[in-house]
């Protein structure tokens, strides 16, 4: 494999198999996840996805599965809430859930990230300073504990005034993480949700390449979900529309990143379905006349675009494979 696909696939993939469409019963999912760590692709799997709902019922696994030797990665999901005071009350649930899991596996497991939908009535405000509030709230309940997310990647919604609504909520998150040092507890992102298992959850070129620009005017780092089965953009029958990759998802973000595309040029990228034009070599990645080093792959992939949630890590790994890169 060549360096550029490496640090491109590093850590890729938060496994989410309890999720549509794999659905997956814990169980199963968590035997999944534990098998993908034993396996040699191991080097693109990231976090396991956990609801906070389920976490009480990782117990009578844990003894078997969690060892101090090689903790499990979890990335908590959280659920959708309507108001802040709501929002506000649910987490002092979740810090309890969390703090209940590392009390009876100590060093076993990690929650270093934390995803859930910022609550109805501050994505439709158009408030930055209730974005902002957002995530103090959340500083709040983390607090100081190491084992709690340093890490909050806040997902909102694509409805009539989604451009206002999404700049907003970018610009709160940049007044939260630009606080100072010692009042910052945990770093803000963007959660994009790229698919779903009904044609209307897709989001399209133009919604994506919007939130990846305002992301980088922002200085917001992105984590995607949902949709990114598959490194490129293709037709896919079961959901009557096409999906986007993550070949195209990634690569546009990182390009973005570097170069400060046109909404125009970014969209090409994402709309790009021949797997040939994404270069991969032992010098960098590259797409037509814009190019990533190793080095800045490694880079952006950190502070840009980190992972996507995916039900399935066979998926990825199968088409890889047909198109030779592993």
Avoid at 157 to 178: A, C, M, P, T
Avoid at 267 to 281: K, N, S, V, W, Y
Wanted: aromatic residues 12%; negative net charge.
């Amino acid at each position: 494999m060549y360096k550029s696909f490496e640090a491109f696939m590093e850590r890729i993939v938060d496994y989410a198999g309890l999720f549509p469409p794999a659905d997956l019963s814990l169980e199963s999912a968590l035997i999944n996840y534990e098998t993908y760590r034993r396996s040699s692709d191991v080097w693109m799997l990231s976090r396991f996805i956990i609801p906070v709902s389920k976490l009480q019922e990782l117990s009578p696994y844990g003894e078997s599965l969690f060892t101090e030797k090689k903790p499990w990665d979890f990335s908590v999901l959280g659920k959708r809430t309507e108001t802040l005071s709501e929002f506000s009350a649910y987490l002092d649930e979740t810090v309890a859930a969390m703090e209940q899991l590392h009390t009876v596996y100590p060093g076993s497991v990690t929650t270093d990230m934390f995803e859930i939908a910022l609550p109805r009535e501050v994505v439709f405000a158009n408030d930055q300073s209730l974005v902002a509030e957002a995530c103090r709230i959340t500083e709040k309940h983390f607090g100081d504990d190491s084992t709690l997310p340093g890490s909050v990647f806040f997902e909102a919604y694509f409805e009539e005034s989604w451009q206002k609504d999404i700049s907003e909520i970018l610009k709160g998150i940049e007044v939260h993480n630009n606080q100072p040092d010692e009042e910052n507890g945990i770093h803000a992102g963007f959660k994009l949700r790229c698919g779903g298992v009904e044609k209307r959850a897709f989001p399209s070129i133009e919604q994506i390449a919007f939130v990846i620009r305002q992301a980088k005017e922002y200085n917001v780092a992105l984590k995607a979900t949902a949709g990114l089965h598959h490194p490129v953009r293709h037709y896919a029958e079961e959901v009557q529309t096409k999906m986007h990759g993550f070949f195209n998802v990634f690569g546009g973000a990182m390009l973005n990143a570097k170069f400060g595309l046109s909404q125009k040029n970014l969209e090409q990228i994402l709309r790009d379905e021949d797997a040939e034009h994404f270069e991969f070599t032992d010098v960098g990645f590259k797409w037509q006349e814009w190019s990533l080093s190793v080095e800045e792959i490694t880079k952006l992939r950190n502070e840009v675009i980190t992972t996507f949630g995916s039900c399935s890590f066979d998926d990825p790994r199968e088409d890889l494979k047909k198109l030779q890169w592993m």
